[in-house]
């Protein structure tokens, strides 16, 4: 096989060096890596949520008793005090910085 | 360097040097002199380190949180130093868990692993930590990452039970607990010597974690250090 001239083989280099920086200057500088890290970051957190919401669809939809579905809303209901109280009480601590 | 530098450092030696003859005695107890379990056989000798590194983890993450409160609070660099080694930790108690359950689980169930409700929980647990460790590297600026983390430290800690709670509702095939059950007291669940084993090696796996904790916790001390000197010289 003929080598290729020189000056394709810089051209093609640089240009995959261009590509380089400016990604990595793309994910450093934008924080959109961050904003994709933050639904895996709170994923696990949301698991109680996911699990109920599905529980309580799945009793809505086969028509079941309000009873089977209960210890799942409370469960929500748990995590909505939870959550709101400590949204609220975290919120001030984290903002001023 | 400082003047307290020398004994801490040798009261981090003995403490490191008791937790080996701990883990060793424990290891011994529960390997040698505690009988094998009557329906699991030797396999079940592994609950030694098991069960110690769960509990160790747990504690990890409740330093955490500890440590996430501590610096929002107060704004205190040591705090937050405390709660990224404390979380180092329990993503690495965490996993060893992980890895012994799975040692366990292929000749006691036969398989690696399983979506069981407790291996759920754990796995969820590691996740969120490690979820905790990138965040923290991610973010340039020091204290934006320091409070951001420690958001995540106090909510990940909290949430907790909820997790426990719907993945058990979830799904449960998981040994019930054994050795505390509400209606009997410890020591009529099991052998006498395989509590004496656990608690050693519990007591051992306890001050191993410290003494990492200790190390690791002078290591950040020390990346602050070079950072404000850094700082001070201009460059």
């Not at chain 2, 329906?39 to 990890?60: C, D, E, F, N, W």
């Not at chain 2, 420690?150 to 019930?176: C, E, K, N």
């Not at chain 2, 505390?180 to 191993?208: C, D, R, Y």
Request: glycine share 8%; charged share 15%.
């Amino acid at each position: 096989m003929r080598r290729l001239p020189s000056t394709w083989r810089t051209d093609f280099c640089s240009d995959i060096r261009l590509l380089d920086s400016a990604f990595v200057r793309f994910w450093a500088t934008a924080g959109l890596i961050l904003a994709l890290l933050l639904p895996l970051v709170l994923f696990p957190l949301m698991i109680p949520v996911i699990l109920g919401t599905i529980r309580c669809m799945e009793n809505i939809l086969r028509m079941g008793e309000l009873g089977e579905a209960l210890p799942w809303l409370r469960l929500l209901l748990g995590f909505d005090v939870i959550f709101l109280t400590l949204g609220v009480l975290l919120f001030d601590h984290v903002i001023e910085s | 360097m400082k003047k307290g530098a020398q004994p801490i450092k040798k009261r981090r030696g003995i403490l490191g040097a008791l937790a080996l003859i701990a883990i060793a005695v424990g290891l011994y107890r529960g390997l040698a002199i505690a009988p094998p379990d009557a329906y699991q056989g030797q396999v079940q000798r592994i609950m030694y380190l098991h069960l110690p590194s769960i509990l160790t983890a747990y504690l990890s993450y409740f330093l955490v949180f500890i440590g996430s409160g501590m610096y929002l609070w107060k704004r205190e660099k040591r705090d937050d130093i405390l709660a990224h080694s404390a979380a180092e930790l329990g993503v690495l108690f965490t996993a060893l868990t992980i890895i012994e359950g799975s040692i366990w689980g292929r000749p006691t169930w036969g398989v690696w692993w399983t979506w069981d409700a407790r291996l759920t929980l754990t796995a969820i647990l590691l996740l969120i930590y490690i979820g905790y460790l990138m965040l923290r590297s991610l973010i340039e600026d020091e204290n934006r990452a320091a409070s951001a983390a420690a958001v995540l430290g106090i909510i990940g800690f909290l949430d907790i039970p909820l997790i426990h709670m719907s993945v058990y509702w979830w799904r449960t095939l998981h040994q019930p607990p054994s050795i505390l059950q509400p209606n009997k007291a410890p020591w009529e669940n099991v052998h006498p010597s395989m509590l004496i084993a656990l608690t050693i090696s519990f007591v051992g796996f306890l001050l191993l974690y410290f003494y990492l904790l200790s190390l690791r916790y002078r290591f950040g001390e020390m990346r602050c250090e070079i950072k404000a000197r850094r700082l001070a010289r201009g460059g």
